[in-house]
């Protein structure tokens, strides 16, 4: 009786281990979010690209931000998913404080196992 318990005891451990080595190996590839955006409106000429570098850092994502010919801010976010959700909200909602928000364009998300960006910058 004891050995039949036991048996089933172990029997759970097991399974148990089994189901936490491949959940956390799955996670393990998608540990970071990364999305592309584009923002339209009046959004050059207002400090878009250095408040949006300075909210990044606050947030601790990744990135870069660039100014188009085509008066539209676009650029490139990493990071956790809840953070990288913040940032699509500050972008699409907030922006710099003389800033005008028509629309946010969010493109190209996927998740990535590693940053690969390092800092949050302005591209020229």
């Known amino acids: 009786m004891i050995i039949c318990n036991l048996n ?8 148990l281990t089994l189901v936490i080595v491949f959940a956390m ?5 998608e540990k970071y979010v990364s999305v592309d955006f584009e923002v339209f409106g009046n ?13 990044g850092e606050k947030l601790g994502v990744t990135g870069w931000v660039k100014n188009t010919r085509q008066g539209t801010v676009v650029g490139q976010v990493q990071g956790p998913a ?15 404080p003389s800033s005008r928000i028509d629309r ?10 590693k940053l690969e960006i390092r800092g949050f910058g302005t591209r020229y």
């Open 25 to 29: 190996s799955s996670d393990a590839g």
């Open 43 to 55: 959004v050059q000429g207002v400090c878009f690209r250095m408040y949006t570098e300075a909210e």
């Open 82 to 96: 809840e953070k990288v959700t913040e940032m699509k909200y500050w972008l699409s909602k907030v922006g710099s």
């Open 8 to 15: 089933i005891c172990w029997t759970f451990l097991l399974v």
């Open 104 to 113: 946010a364009q969010f493109s190209n998300e996927r998740h990535i196992s």
